[in-house]
C-alpha cells in the first residue's frame, strides 16, 4: 500500500479524529485532523485512538526520548467533538512537527475581535448556568458541553503545551495559504487552506449579532454573579419581581447568543484541500452552508468558499469528509431547491451525480453516532452521497445477511431517553427508519453496529480508505 494515499477514520462516537498518510519517498507524511468527541464516556475511546495511531502507524522519530513522529496536526475548530482529545498525556510519546489552528482561535487576532467577544460573552453566561444548578432546557443543555472547562483545557494545549514541548510555534491559519507558506514540503503534494477567510467577523458573524450582542453585554453585567444577593445586584430604579424578570430574559437571551456562536465556530472551520498525484481530498470539519452568500451578514462557510475560493471547488473531488456527522447543515445540498442554486451548484460541482453509464469513483467517509441528536445523521442526504460516491453499503441488507434474528426496530430505529429538563422517561425514533435499505456512504456508528458499547470501548475501531494515485 506503499503507493496509495490512506485516510482512517477513527470511531469516536459522535466525533472527529482522521489519521492521513501521504507517500513521500522513503518517508510517508503523517497528519492527524481533529480528536474530540461528544460524550465523556468516549474518553477512553479517543485515548485508545491516539495509541493506536502511535503504535501502528506512525514512524520512529528521531529525537532522543520520543518514540513516534506526527508530522502535523490539524485543528477544524474549537468544539469538543473536534479538539476534547487532545490531552497531553496521549501525546506524551509523540514527536509533532507542526500545529495548524484555526484563525478564529487566536484570541489576538485583529480581526475576529467581536466573534471572540461573543464567543466569550457566551462561554461565562453558559457556564454560569451550568454552575447554578437551574434545570436547563433540552436546547441548552445540548449546548452546554461546548463551553465547559475541558475545551478551555484543550484549547490551552494545542496552543500553548504541546508547541511548548515539542519546541514549535503553532500557525493560525486562514484561506490563501498552503503547505508552502508553512515551509512543508511533500512529494507532489500541495496542502491549501480554503477556510476560514481571515477576516472573521466580516464574513461569519454579521452586523445584527454584533449590534445584538453590544446590547445584551450593556444589560448583563448586573446579572453576573448568581451567588451575590439580590440586592446587590439589581438597579435602584426597578422593584425586584421587575429585575427578576429582566434576569430571567438575559439568561434565556443567552440560548440564542450560544446558537449563534456554536453556528459561527462551526463556519470558521479551517477547510483543506490535499491536492495529491492529481487526486483532490476535501476535509471540511464542520462548515455550514446557507442558501447564498451576502455581503455583512452571518454567511455560511461553504457560501464564502464558493465566491472566494471558488476556482478550488468548482471541480470534483476524489474524497470528501462529510461534513458535521452527517447533519444536514454541513454539505451544501438543498432537496428542495434547484440545481441553479448556489448551494446545490457547490455540491454537484464538489461530487457531480454521474453519467447513467459510468459508475461513480470518488469516496468518503461519514463520522457519526445515531441517537446523539436528532438530526444527526440526515439520512436522506447520506443517500443523495451515496448515488455519488463509490464506497457504499446497504447497511440493512448487510445485518440481515449477518443476522437472521437482527431486528431494525429494535436494534436501530427506537431508543429510549430519560431527558434531563423535566426528567420522564420518553422514546425517539431514529431518523434512519426507511433509507438504510439504500446504499449509503461508510459511517462509523454502522459499522459498529450489533457489537455494542462494550466491544467499541474494548477495541479500537476505524474506517480506513486508500486513494490511488491519479494517471
Given at each position: 500500500?506503499?503507493?496509495?494515499?490512506?485516510?482512517?477514520?477513527?470511531?469516536?462516537?459522535?466525533?472527529?479524529?482522521?489519521?492521513?498518510?501521504?507517500?513521500?519517498?522513503?518517508?510517508?507524511?503523517?497528519?492527524?485532523?481533529?480528536?474530540?468527541?461528544?460524550?465523556?464516556?468516549?474518553?477512553?475511546?479517543?485515548?485508545?485512538?491516539?495509541?493506536?495511531?502511535?503504535?501502528?502507524?506512525?514512524?520512529?522519530?528521531?529525537?532522543?526520548?520520543?518514540?513516534?513522529?506526527?508530522?502535523?496536526?490539524?485543528?477544524?475548530?474549537?468544539?469538543?467533538?473536534?479538539?476534547?482529545?487532545?490531552?497531553?498525556?496521549?501525546?506524551?510519546?509523540?514527536?509533532?512537527?507542526?500545529?495548524?489552528?484555526?484563525?478564529?482561535?487566536?484570541?489576538?487576532?485583529?480581526?475576529?475581535?467581536?466573534?471572540?467577544?461573543?464567543?466569550?460573552?457566551?462561554?461565562?453566561?453558559?457556564?454560569?448556568?451550568?454552575?447554578?444548578?437551574?434545570?436547563?432546557?433540552?436546547?441548552?443543555?445540548?449546548?452546554?458541553?461546548?463551553?465547559?472547562?475541558?475545551?478551555?483545557?484543550?484549547?490551552?494545549?494545542?496552543?500553548?503545551?504541546?508547541?511548548?514541548?515539542?519546541?514549535?510555534?503553532?500557525?493560525?491559519?486562514?484561506?490563501?495559504?498552503?503547505?508552502?507558506?508553512?515551509?512543508?514540503?511533500?512529494?507532489?503534494?500541495?496542502?491549501?487552506?480554503?477556510?476560514?477567510?481571515?477576516?472573521?467577523?466580516?464574513?461569519?458573524?454579521?452586523?445584527?449579532?454584533?449590534?445584538?450582542?453590544?446590547?445584551?453585554?450593556?444589560?448583563?453585567?448586573?446579572?453576573?454573579?448568581?451567588?451575590?444577593?439580590?440586592?446587590?445586584?439589581?438597579?435602584?430604579?426597578?422593584?425586584?419581581?421587575?429585575?427578576?424578570?429582566?434576569?430571567?430574559?438575559?439568561?434565556?437571551?443567552?440560548?440564542?447568543?450560544?446558537?449563534?456562536?456554536?453556528?459561527?465556530?462551526?463556519?470558521?472551520?479551517?477547510?483543506?484541500?490535499?491536492?495529491?498525484?492529481?487526486?483532490?481530498l476535501l476535509f471540511v470539519g464542520d462548515a455550514m452552508w446557507e442558501e447564498e452568500y451576502k455581503e455583512g451578514i452571518k454567511n455560511g462557510s461553504w457560501n464564502v468558499m464558493w465566491n472566494k475560493r471558488k476556482k478550488h471547488l468548482s471541480k470534483p473531488v476524489d474524497f470528501l469528509k462529510v461534513g458535521h456527522h452527517g447533519s444536514h447543515n454541513s454539505t451544501p445540498w438543498n432537496?428542495?431547491?434547484?440545481?441553479?442554486?448556489?448551494?446545490?451548484?457547490?455540491?454537484?460541482?464538489?461530487?457531480?451525480?454521474?453519467?447513467?453509464?459510468?459508475?461513480?469513483?470518488?469516496?468518503?467517509?461519514?463520522?457519526?453516532?445515531?441517537?446523539?441528536?436528532?438530526?444527526?445523521?440526515?439520512?436522506?442526504?447520506?443517500?443523495?452521497?451515496?448515488?455519488?460516491?463509490?464506497?457504499?453499503?446497504?447497511?440493512?441488507?448487510?445485518?440481515?445477511?449477518?443476522?437472521?434474528?437482527?431486528?431494525?426496530?429494535?436494534?436501530?430505529?427506537?431508543?429510549?431517553?430519560?431527558?434531563?429538563?423535566?426528567?420522564?422517561?420518553?422514546?425517539?425514533?431514529?431518523?434512519?427508519?426507511?433509507?438504510?435499505?439504500?446504499?449509503?456512504?461508510?459511517?462509523?456508528?454502522?459499522?459498529?453496529?450489533?457489537?455494542?458499547?462494550?466491544?467499541?470501548?474494548?477495541?479500537?475501531?476505524?474506517?480506513?480508505?486508500?486513494?490511488?494515485?491519479?494517471?
Amino acid at each position: 500500500m506503499g503507493d496509495k494515499l490512506l485516510v482512517r477514520g477513527y470511531n469516536v462516537g459522535c466525533g472527529d479524529c482522521f489519521y492521513v498518510r501521504i507517500p513521500n519517498g522513503e518517508d510517508d507524511f503523517h497528519m492527524l485532523i481533529d480528536c474530540g468527541s461528544k460524550e465523556s464516556a468516549q474518553t477512553k475511546i479517543m485515548k485508545r485512538a491516539i495509541r493506536h495511531l502511535e503504535e501502528e502507524a506512525l514512524p520512529v522519530a528521531s529525537e532522543a526520548g520520543k518514540d513516534k513522529r506526527l508530522d502535523l496536526i490539524v485543528v477544524t475548530h474549537r468544539h469538543e467533538d473536534h479538539i476534547k482529545g487532545f490531552d497531553p498525556e496521549y501525546f506524551e510519546k509523540i514527536t509533532i512537527k507542526n500545529i495548524w489552528i484555526t484563525a478564529a482561535m487566536n484570541e489576538n487576532h485583529d480581526q475576529a475581535k467581536k466573534s471572540l467577544r461573543l464567543h466569550n460573552y457566551v462561554s461565562g453566561a453558559i457556564q454560569e448556568l451550568a454552575q447554578s444548578g437551574a434545570s436547563l432546557s433540552p436546547e441548552l443543555n445540548g449546548l452546554v458541553p461546548f463551553y465547559s472547562i475541558g475545551n478551555e483545557e484543550a484549547t490551552k494545549t494545542l496552543t500553548k503545551v504541546l508547541p511548548e514541548k515539542n519546541n514549535i510555534t503553532p500557525e493560525f491559519v486562514f484561506a490563501g495559504k498552503t503547505s508552502d507558506d508553512y515551509k512543508i514540503s511533500i512529494k507532489d503534494t500541495k496542502i491549501t487552506i480554503l477556510a476560514p477567510e481571515q477576516d472573521i467577523d466580516g464574513y461569519y458573524l454579521g452586523e445584527e449579532v454584533d449590534e445584538s450582542l453590544r446590547g445584551m453585554q450593556d444589560g448583563a453585567s448586573h446579572f453576573r454573579k448568581h451567588s451575590a444577593p439580590v440586592e446587590e445586584r439589581m438597579p435602584t430604579n426597578i422593584t425586584v419581581n421587575e429585575f427578576r424578570t429582566l434576569q430571567s430574559r438575559i439568561l434565556s437571551n443567552s440560548l440564542a447568543f450560544a446558537v449563534d456562536d456554536s453556528d459561527i465556530q462551526n463556519n470558521v472551520s479551517t477547510v483543506l484541500l490535499i491536492e495529491w498525484r492529481k487526486r483532490r481530498l476535501l476535509f471540511v470539519g464542520d462548515a455550514m452552508w446557507e442558501e447564498e452568500y451576502k455581503e455583512g451578514i452571518k454567511n455560511g462557510s461553504w457560501n464564502v468558499m464558493w465566491n472566494k475560493r471558488k476556482k478550488h471547488l468548482s471541480k470534483p473531488v476524489d474524497f470528501l469528509k462529510v461534513g458535521h456527522h452527517g447533519s444536514h447543515n454541513s454539505t451544501p445540498w438543498n432537496r428542495h431547491a434547484g440545481n441553479d442554486q448556489e448551494v446545490n451548484q457547490i455540491f454537484n460541482a464538489i461530487l457531480p451525480s454521474p453519467n447513467n453509464d459510468k459508475a461513480p469513483t470518488a469516496k468518503c467517509i461519514v463520522s457519526t453516532k445515531r441517537k446523539q441528536y436528532d438530526t444527526i445523521p440526515d439520512a436522506e442526504l447520506l443517500v443523495e452521497i451515496g448515488k455519488r460516491v463509490c464506497n457504499t453499503k446497504s447497511y440493512l441488507k448487510e445485518f440481515r445477511k449477518n443476522n437472521k434474528d437482527f431486528d431494525p426496530e429494535k436494534d436501530i430505529y427506537n431508543y429510549s431517553i430519560m431527558k434531563k429538563y423535566k426528567g420522564e422517561p420518553t422514546s425517539r425514533e431514529v431518523g434512519d427508519k426507511g433509507w438504510l435499505d439504500h446504499p449509503q456512504p461508510i459511517r462509523t456508528d454502522m459499522e459498529s453496529v450489533g457489537r455494542g458499547q462494550k466491544q467499541m470501548l474494548e477495541k479500537v475501531e476505524y474506517i480506513d480508505v486508500f486513494i490511488d494515485p491519479g494517471n
